[in-house]
């Protein structure tokens, strides 16, 4: 099952599917994997909300995980509706893990399922969960009646068997996969500020926001003719481009796709694509909409891309025509809803009209710039010695924690180690004051900040 985004390691990561019955343990083993409750739920219009998405990752390699959800037994009222959706998040996968409850060993649905996944073609592992407390040589013999291969023991729950799990599905997928993340990633750490290596940007946003248009905007109708051949859908695609000396790089884009079928001109939002383009990117261009208020989603792509450590930079697009009041509304907006989002500040843009297109690609060369700027480990200390002078941080059981000194971890994003005594006691509150400290001094915008708190030497 050796697929061409095997060649693109950093382009297009495996989507890996979570299926079986509820209460087997799916979304315990999705939390596992991807490390978060604040998953991206598809409730983007034309979806729905039983499937989740997530990043995980295995070293340095990602991949994107599907939750798709319950499916129901056979005989439940509902089955036939979420077996539908469930089998829609099945078209995008590349793997699929059949999760099965080892403690009630083979039921109906369980078999239904067999059935279903089958028609598909698709790689399936079959994937035992809570085998905690339970015999896993009995469990397994039970589930060789579905005629799959021999059951991988999990328990999710603990953490159990997880990683050589995941370690064996990635394997078998693409085994090219994780060296060649690894290489990428050392190629990033050691890459200094080199104006002259295409920053590669990616373009995101729910539907109609202007993507599309963006993206003509930036290549031109002519550059896109280039890409609009068959066979490209499936693809990763890079789109390099130009302004003022700097080059960029356009990576998966669905406004570049769609105008390669110019029919299908209501592709559907695709969570998978979004999150395979923040992976793929060094800055992500999140676009949003002037005319339409600021939704959850909107919050929880954000946040996506702040977690995957990518540089961000925030276009409010069509500005263009709008009247003051809109403007004001629009602004206090972003102040509400994306309060959190506090080294990024929003660009105001008309995408139509080519206003401010410019200003956004300029911030995504500094931003860029940012993320991989070498910070001198003497001026990192003297940060860190002024800002505890300025505020001390505070007394645990009478002792007071401190932090001595700070050295660069690494790039893209920027990391910063502090070391000291009793650090995993250091409030939120102060981590947060010193990354603002650090960023204030620093110049990051534009790119979170990885601080790591070490405890002695
Ligand atoms: P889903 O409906 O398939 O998403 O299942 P959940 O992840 O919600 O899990 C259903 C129940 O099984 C929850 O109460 C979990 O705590 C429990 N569970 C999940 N994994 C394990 C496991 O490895 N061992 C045990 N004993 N319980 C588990
Ligand atoms: P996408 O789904 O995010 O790719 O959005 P499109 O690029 O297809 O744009 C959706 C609609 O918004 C289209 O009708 C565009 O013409 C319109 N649009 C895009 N950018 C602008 C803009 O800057 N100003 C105005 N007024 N309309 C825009």
Redesign the pocket.
């Known amino acids: 099952m050796v697929g061409p985004r095997c060649y693109h390691p950093t382009m297009e990561q495996p989507v890996i599917a979570?299926v079986?019955?509820?209460?087997?343990?799916?979304?315990?083993?999705?939390?596992k994997l991807t490390r978060t409750r604040d998953a991206l739920v598809a409730d983007f219009p034309g979806l729905t909300r039983d499937r989740q998405y997530g990043v995980g990752r295995m070293g340095p390699a990602p991949y994107v995980l599907v939750?798709t959800?319950?499916l129901g037994e056979p005989d439940d009222v509902t089955y036939h509706h979420m077996q539908r959706q469930a089998m829609r998040a099945l078209d995008e996968a590349d793997v699929i893990l059949f999760?099965v409850?080892a403690?009630t060993g083979v039921t109906p649905g369980d078999e239904t399922l067999t059935r279903e996944l089958r028609q598909r073609g698709k790689r399936v592992w079959l994937v035992m969960?809570?085998?905690?407390?339970v015999d896993p040589a009995m469990a397994a013999a039970d589930f060789h009646a579905l005629g799959l291969d021999t059951p991988w023991p999990?328990?999710?729950?603990?953490g159990?068997g997880i990683q050589q799990l995941m370690t064996a599905v990635l394997e078998d997928h693409c085994p090219a996969l994780i060296a060649a993340a690894e290489a990428v990633e050392a190629a990033d750490a050691d890459a200094e500020e080199a104006p002259d290596r295409p920053i590669e940007v990616a373009i995101v946003g729910r539907p109609n926001v202007g993507k599309s248009t963006l993206v003509n905007r930036l290549i031109g109708e002519e550059r896109l003719l280039v890409y609009d051949m068959p066979g490209t859908t499936r693809d990763a695609i890079h789109v390099p481009f130009e302004r003022d000396g700097q080059a960029f790089t356009l990576v998966d884009t669905a406004g570049v796709r769609r105008r390669s079928r110019v029919k299908a001109s209501i592709e559907k939002f695709s969570v998978v694509k979004t999150l395979q383009a923040i992976e793929a990117a060094q800055v992500v261009i999140m676009v949003l909409d002037a005319r339409q208020e600021i939704s959850e989603q909107d919050a929880h792509l954000i946040g996506h891309v702040i977690e995957a450590g990518r540089g961000l930079v925030l276009a409010v697009n069509k500005w263009d025509g709008l009247e003051t009041g809109a403007r004001d509304r629009i602004r206090r907006e972003l102040d509400v809803k994306l309060g959190f989002l506090d080294f990024a500040r929003p660009r105001f843009i008309s995408a139509l009209h080519g206003t401010g297109v410019g200003r956004l690609l300029e911030e995504v060369a500094q931003v860029y710039r940012a993320a991989h700027k070498t910070l001198p480990t003497p001026q990192l200390n003297r940060i860190l010695a002024e800002a505890t002078e300025a505020h001390q941080p505070p007394l645990i059981r009478g002792r007071r924690i401190k932090l001595r000194y700070a050295h660069q971890g690494g790039r893209n994003p920027p990391a910063i180690i502090v070391h000291g005594n009793q650090t995993t006691a250091l409030p939120s509150a102060y981590r947060r004051y010193l990354v603002n400290r650090f960023r204030r001094e620093l110049g990051l915008w534009g790119t979170p900040i990885r601080l790591e708190l070490r405890t002695g030497e």
């Open positions: 979570l079986g019955r509820p209460n087997v343990g799916k979304s315990t083993l999705f939390n939750d959800g319950g999760l409850d403690r969960n809570k085998i905690d407390g999990i328990a999710a729950v603990h159990r």
